[in-house]
C-alpha cells in the first residue's frame, strides 16, 4: 500500500541503503566546470532514483507462478542478492575482510567504494559468483540473475532521465496520483525543453505512383 498522509517509502532502510548505494555507484555525481568554477552536478542518489528502483520492483515486475503472473516485492531480495555478492567479492580479496562491514554501520554492499559496486554487478552479470548462496528467486537462477542487473543498470539510467524527480511528494504514490511539481532536473541537464503540443513532428513521405490509368500524381502518406 501506498501512505498517503505520510508520503513515505514503504521499504525497510537496509534495502533502501543498499539501492541509494548502487544507483550512486551508476550515475555519480560529478564535479561540472563553469565561468563560477566547478559545481557538484547531481547523481540518481540526489534525485531519489533508488526510490524509483524499489517502487517498480515492488509494484510493477512479477514472477510466473503456474498459469498467473503474480506480482511480488522484488527490492528486499534483490538488495540482499546484491549484499551477499559483495561478501563473496570481499571474501575473494576483492576489498577489505567481511567482518569489517558489520562495525562500519553500513550494508556489505554500501560499504564497497562506488568502483568496486560496479564490479559486484559485473560480476553477477558474468555469474561469477556462487548461485546457490544467494537468496530466493535469484538462488541457481543464472538467467535471472543477469535480466535483473540489466534491469537494474536500464532502469537506472531511465529513473534520471524521465520525469520522476519532478514528482516531488506524490512520487511514491500510484502513478495515476502523481503530478509535476517542478520541471525535471534530468531533463535540465540534457537541455529537454519538456512536453509539448507543438513540436514538428514527421508526417509522412511524398510517394509518387503510377496508375493504370495514366498521370502520376502525389500521394503523401
Known sequence: MYDTGTQQPLTDSHTAATFRALVEAIVPRTPELSVYGAEQTAGAAEFNVHEYLIWEMDHTLSLLFGLNPTVIPLAPATARMLDNAALQFAAAGGTKPP????????????????GD?????SMLERLEVDLGALPDPYRNNGGYVKFIIDYLNRSTMF???????????????????????????????????????????LRGFVLRIDRKEGGTPDVQH
Do not use: K, M, N
Open 99 to 114: 567482518y569489517l562491514y558489520s562495525a562500519s554501520g553500513e550494508t556489505p554492499f554500501a560499504a564497497l567504494s562506488p
Open 117 to 121: 559496486r560496479i564490479r559486484v554487478l
Open 159 to 201: 529513473g534520471f532521465y524521465s520525469e520522476w524527480s519532478g514528482y516531488g511528494s506524490t512520487r511514491l504514490a500510484p502513478p495515476d496520483w502523481r503530478r509535476l511539481e517542478h520541471f525535471p532536473l534530468g531533463w535540465l541537464q540534457v537541455g529537454y525543453p519538456g512536453v509539448s503540443r507543438g513540436y514538428r513532428d
